[in-house]
């Protein structure tokens, strides 16, 4: 009875362990977002104590920015900071939630102005781009112009969601998968009568994603830039 009070401890011991381990986003972390069409990189230098997170943010028109109020509350990290811009002062409000090795923040000026989103990787790993959201494009079809819609959801490399706007829309996403840049996946469409697989490569970049697409024989294909709705 002893021996297995002593397991179940030790057990329940590691389970905390892992589950703090998980959620503790100390370290560097680096990622870029997009202001203005131009690419603004960020490293993120956190340190941890408990539920508090302290540390700066290097990039900023301000650098280093110090960070305050810094919480973490399972998988989510919340802080703010000052910057100035163009001679004003913007408080700037972060929350992030933590995913395998990465942080995907949504930040922005506190009135709610300005906000936009950034995916850090830790030590300068190389990042698992966030596709989750709502793509839309267009493709030529036959003379006409034909807008697809994506409405992808992503979970570490894993990809889900579906595409409006083929004959059967909306059509269920599968094997979806992101490596590096590239967002890949296939889906099933009736046209005329008949049951064609389409499969998408897509490469991501800031703010869009350029696809080819086609039959999974090769007898058709095309292209599509899609872009993320704000």
Do not use: C
């Not at 009875?1 to 503790?24: E, Q």
């Not at 700037?92 to 939630?97: A, D, M, Q």
């Not at 030529?140 to 409405?151: A, D, R, V």
């Amino acid at each position: 009875m002893r021996t297995a009070l002593r397991l179940a401890s030790v057990f329940a011991f590691l389970v905390v362990l892992s589950v703090a381990y998980a959620s503790d986003p100390g370290g560097t972390w680096k990622g870029a977002f997009e202001f203005e069409g131009s690419s603004v990189p960020l490293t993120f230098n956190l340190q941890t104590a408990g539920n508090s997170v302290t540390g700066t943010v290097e990039g900023l028109p301000t650098t280093p920015a110090e960070i305050h109020d810094g919480k973490v509350d399972g998988d989510t990290v919340t802080f703010w900071l000052n910057t100035d811009y163009e001679g004003q002062t913007y408080k700037l409000v972060y929350k992030g939630t933590m995913t395998g090795g990465q942080i995907g923040f949504t930040f922005g000026t506190d009135d709610g102005s300005w906000s936009t989103t950034l995916t850090a990787t830790k030590n300068g790993a190389p990042a698992v781009p966030d596709v989750a959201g709502t793509w839309t494009g267009s493709f030529e079809f036959e003379g006409t112009s034909m807008p697809l819609t994506f409405n992808l959801k992503n979970s570490g490399n894993t990809v889900t969601g579906s595409v409006v706007g083929l004959p059967t829309t909306p059509a269920e996403i599968h094997d979806g998968h992101v490596d590096g840049d590239s967002v890949s996946f296939w889906v099933n469409t009736d046209y005329q009568g008949q049951t064609y697989k389409l499969v998408y490569q897509g490469k991501v970049s800031a703010g869009q994603i350029g696809f080819t697409f086609g039959t999974d024989d090769g007898s058709w294909s095309t292209t599509l830039t899609a872009t993320k709705s704000m």
